[in-house]
């Protein structure tokens, strides 16, 4: 969860540096809100009944897919702040 809420940071970070443009900045910060709840609503739901069944793998690749959009938006928001301080001075 905590990965979703820094992706969708990161998102709306790079959404504002562009202006929103193109608009598939806003679909994507959406995805990561609704990956978001999900996991938080799964999570709630895990605590009211919790099952003694682990799933090691969905665990590991949700894990892993969060990851790897967190360090693709950070490396995304990382190049547009350069090229906007380029393109400024």
């Known amino acids: ?4 809420a820094v992706s969708v940071y990161f ?3 790079i959404a504002r540096l562009t202006n929103g ?3 598939a900045w806003y679909v994507i910060v959406i ?9 938080g609503a799964q999570l709630f ?7 003694d069944v682990i799933h090691v793998e ?5 894990l892993l897919a ?3 959009f967190l360090a693709g938006l950070s490396m995304l928001n990382s190049s547009f ?3 906007l301080k380029a393109a400024q001075t």
Do not use: K, T, Y
Not at 1 to 4: D, E, H, Q
Not at 45 to 51: A, G, T
Not at 58 to 62: D, H, P, Q, V, W
């Open 1 to 4: 969860m905590m990965l979703n």
């Open 11 to 13: 998102a709306l970070a």
């Open 21 to 23: 443009a193109p608009r």
């Open 31 to 39: 995805g990561f809100v609704v990956l978001f709840i999900f996991w």
């Open 45 to 51: 739901l895990d605590v009211q009944s919790p099952s």
């Open 58 to 62: 969905e665990a590991a690749i949700s």
């Open 66 to 68: 969060g990851i790897l």
């Open 81 to 83: 702040r350069r090229r």
